[in-house]
C-alpha cells in the first residue's frame, strides 16, 4: 500500500466516524423529542378492539350455572349466525337476485343464461335437483361458469334455492 492509499483510507475512516456518530445522535434527539413531545392516547374504541383481539376464544362451563350459561351461549350464537346470513335471511328470490345474481344473468357475463326461455329449457329439463346442485357448490360447464352460490358464501342453500325457483319461473312461466 502507498501513501496516497493511507491517506485516503484515514480521511475516509473520519467520515464514515463523523457520519456514524451523527445519525447516533440523531436517532437519540428524535427518540428524546418524540418521548417528551408526542403523547400517545388510547381511544375507547382501540381499548375495545385490543380487548376483543385478547379476549379467550372459548369458555368452560360446569355445574348448574354453567348448563345456564351455556345455553345463553348457544342462544347468542345462534342469533349471530341469523344476523350474519346474507340479506337478513331472507328467502325471496326477486330480492337474492336483484341484489347478487343480476350482475350476470341480465348481462349473460361468463356465459350465464339470462331469463328467457331458449336458455332456460334445456336446464329446466334436467330437473331442478340438479340445479339447485349447480347453483349451491358450483359448476362449470361449456358454456360458462356457475360460482358456488353465486360467489356468496353467506347465502343459505335455502335461500339459493329459493332464487333458482324465481329464476326458473321467470324464464320459463312455471
Known amino acids: 500500500m502507498n501513501r496516497s492509499d493511507l491517506d485516503f483510507l ?4 473520519v467520515v464514515i466516524a463523523i457520519l456514524l456518530s451523527t445519525t ?3 436517532i437519540f434527539l428524535g427518540s428524546h423529542l418524540a418521548e417528551k413531545y408526542h403523547k400517545y392516547e388510547v381511544t375507547p374504541q ?16 360446569a355445574g348448574e350455572a354453567g348448563k345456564i350459561e351455556h345455553a ?3 342462544d347468542a350464537a345462534k342469533k349471530r349466525a341469523a344476523s350474519e ?11 337474492i337476485f336483484g341484489n347478487l345474481c343480476t ?8 356465459g350465464a343464461p339470462t331469463l328467457d326461455a331458449a ?9 331442478k335437483d340438479t340445479l339447485y346442485q349447480h347453483a349451491i357448490n358450483g359448476f362449470t360447464g361449456n358454456s360458462g361458469v356457475m360460482p358456488a352460490k353465486g360467489g356468496n358464501p353467506a347465502l343459505t342453500d335455502a335461500q339459493v334455492k329459493a332464487t333458482v325457483d324465481w ?6 312461466g312455471k
Do not use: N
Open 119 to 127: 336458455h332456460w329449457a334445456a336446464r329446466a329439463a334436467e330437473g
Open 72 to 74: 345463553a351461549a348457544e
Open 24 to 26: 447516533i445522535v440523531l
Open 103 to 110: 350482475g350476470c344473468h341480465t348481462s349473460g357475463a361468463g
Open 10 to 13: 484515514k480521511k475516509f475512516s
Open 167 to 172: 329464476m326458473v319461473a321467470q324464464a320459463t
Open 46 to 61: 382501540a381499548a375495545a378492539q385490543t380487548e376483543a383481539r385478547i379476549a379467550p376464544v372459548g369458555a368452560v362451563f
Open 85 to 95: 346470513v346474507a340479506y337478513g335471511g331472507t328467502t325471496d328470490g326477486k330480492i
